[in-house]
T-cell receptor, first 112, second 113 residues
Framework: EAQVTQNPRYLITVTGKKLTVTCSQN?????MSWYRQDPGLGLRQIYY???????DKGDVPEGYKVSRKEKRNFPLILESPSPNQTSLYFC???????????FGPGTRLTVT | SQQGEEDPQALSIQEGENATMNCSYK?????LQWYRQNSGRGLVHLIL?????REKHSGRLRVTLDTSKKSSSLLITASRAADTASYFC?????????????FGQGTRLTINP
């Protein structure tokens, strides 16, 4: 089944404790991206990747890191999480940036 | 930077009625896409309309695009309780030499039985 998976689905952590949210797709897509969704603000892009070893900042990259060592995986790293990073996070993949996006189920992160 | 803006922000109708949501944007686009999101879940792609198309249908969905007015509408006919969800438009355009997809803030649709 074609899908995008994210782990964990729910995470509660404390300020400053490094964490990684994994994202994996099995559709051989070139393009992957991370979004955060906050009430009243819609979806905002954090980082995206056009291909392996090619990543770039989205609209709200501060406090986040990503890597794309393999085509299927695109982890999101929070080196020192802060409460303002409490949000619902989505990973998405697509053959190209302008094509239909396939979204993961989301990761709800709470930073206390 | 936000591109698409949906209107209304929330819409509540009776089952069986038609629901219309609108999306306006500011710059030239390559295509415009509509997505549905059930509460707290991942977005699901509904339909893509290219900049040279004016109307597109998929089942009970009808999407129109007016590039002169920089606007699009999504019509859901004969609504069902299962259509209750948030609907987002997303515009694909070139930005600083790269393709970019930008989502609006969404319309919350409630279908009352």
């Amino acid at each position: 089944e074609a899908q995008v998976t994210q782990n964990p689905r729910y995470l509660i952590t404390v300020t400053g404790k490094k964490l990684t949210v994994t994202c994996s797709q099995n559709m051989n897509h070139e393009y992957m991206s991370w979004y955060r969704q906050d009430p009243g603000l819609g979806l905002r892009q954090i980082y995206y990747s056009m291909n392996v070893e090619v990543t770039d900042k989205g609209d709200v990259p501060e406090g986040y890191k990503v890597s794309r060592k393999e085509k299927r995986n695109f982890p999101l790293i929070l080196e020192s999480p802060s409460p303002n990073q409490t949000s619902l996070y989505f990973c998405a993949s697509s053959p190209l940036a302008a094509y239909e996006q396939y979204f993961g189920p989301g990761t709800r992160l709470t930073v206390t | 930077s936000q591109q698409g803006e949906e209107d209304p922000q929330a819409l509540s109708i009776q089952e069986g009625e038609n629901a219309t949501m609108n999306c306006s944007y500011k710059t030239s686009i390559n295509n415009l896409q509509w997505y549905r999101q059930n509460s707290g879940r991942g977005l699901v792609h509904l339909i893509l309309i290219r900049s040279n198309e004016r109307e597109k249908h998929s089942g009970r969905l009808r999407v129109t695009l007016d590039t002169s007015k920089k606007s699009s509408s999504l019509l859901i006919t004969a609504s069902r309780a299962a259509d209750t969800a948030s609907y987002f438009c997303a515009t694909a355009s070139y930005f600083q030499g790269a393709q970019k997809l930008v989502f609006g803030q969404g319309t919350r649709l409630t279908i009352n039985p």
